[in-house]
């Protein structure tokens, strides 16, 4: 009687999983998950300068801003904060100029407080922009005094007014514009100063103007046009206004 093959259906099986083992490929890896690149040391840094920039760029604080902004667009060029600063520093390049202008305008002025009978003199005082030879300097003064009111005269040093030909009126030109002829003053007690009587037109002008030009006549010197830096005058540094 013939032998079942019982035991080749088993053993056959076992060679085929074998062989196909064998002769399949391995198996892909799994598709990695693409991450975020991390910014490099010089995008992270040129974005954290490019923040303060804006902050004082916000602030109006445009010198500072000014600077920060340089130094983004100079020393990280290339990064997307540069490309970015690159854009709104011209603005603030013109402003930060303008603000920088200003103080040093404001720092020409001296202002000064004294105590005098009956109350405080309160005097603001700009020297010329240009020498006028010598030794002579030349100052305005705006002053208020608790007895003789309010005055603005030019005030010499090294030098003394030639009134000989007059000093009754003065060519005053503010910002360029054709010059009027104001009303001046000597003391009779002999300071080398002379008074603009019109006091309170004088200051009105000077408050929105940005120069001053006054032509006197100076012992030895002759004619000299005085010009002023008057833009960075502060009204409030003079609080009080006494009447004459």
């Known amino acids: 009687m013939p032998l079942r093959p019982i035991f080749f259906a088993p053993m056959l099986s076992a060679a085929l999983v074998a062989c196909s083992g064998s002769n399949s490929p391995p ?16 995008e992270a840094q040129a974005a954290k300068e490019a923040a303060l920039y804006e902050q004082m760029r916000a602030n109006g604080s445009w010198d500072v801003a000014l600077t920060l902004g340089n130094e983004v667009v100079t020393k ?12 709104t520093i011209g603005d603030v390049r013109a402003k930060g100029e ?14 000064t407080a004294t105590p005098e009978a009956g109350g405080t003199q309160y005097a603001a005082a700009i020297p010329s922009q240009h020498a006028l030879g010598g ?4 100052r305005l003064v705006l002053r208020q005094h608790p007895k003789w009111g309010q005055s603005v ?12 030909k007059g000093c009754a009126t003065l060519p005053v030109s503010f910002d360029g514009a054709p010059a009027q002829h104001m009303k001046a003053t000597i003391p009779p007690t002999g300071e080398p100063a002379l008074f603009i009587d019109d006091d309170k037109g004088f200051i009105a002008k000077l408050r929105t103007a940005q120069r001053v030009a006054i032509t006197a006549t100076l012992r030895d010197l002759g004619e000299k046009v005085m010009e002023f830096e008057i833009g960075g005058y502060d009204p409030e540094k003079l609080p009080q206004t006494p009447k004459k």
Not at 98 to 111: E, G, V
Not at 135 to 138: I, L, P
């Open 27 to 42: 198996p892909s890896p799994a598709p990695a998950v693409p991450s975020a690149a991390a910014p490099t040391p010089n």
């Open 76 to 87: 990280f060029a290339g990064t997307r904060a540069a490309a970015q600063v690159q854009q």
């Open 98 to 111: 303008a603000q920088a202008n200003q103080k040093r305008l404001a720092r020409l002025w001296t202002y």
């Open 135 to 138: 030794d002579a300097k030349v």
């Open 153 to 164: 005269y030019l005030l010499l040093d090294g030098a003394k007014f030639d009134c000989r």
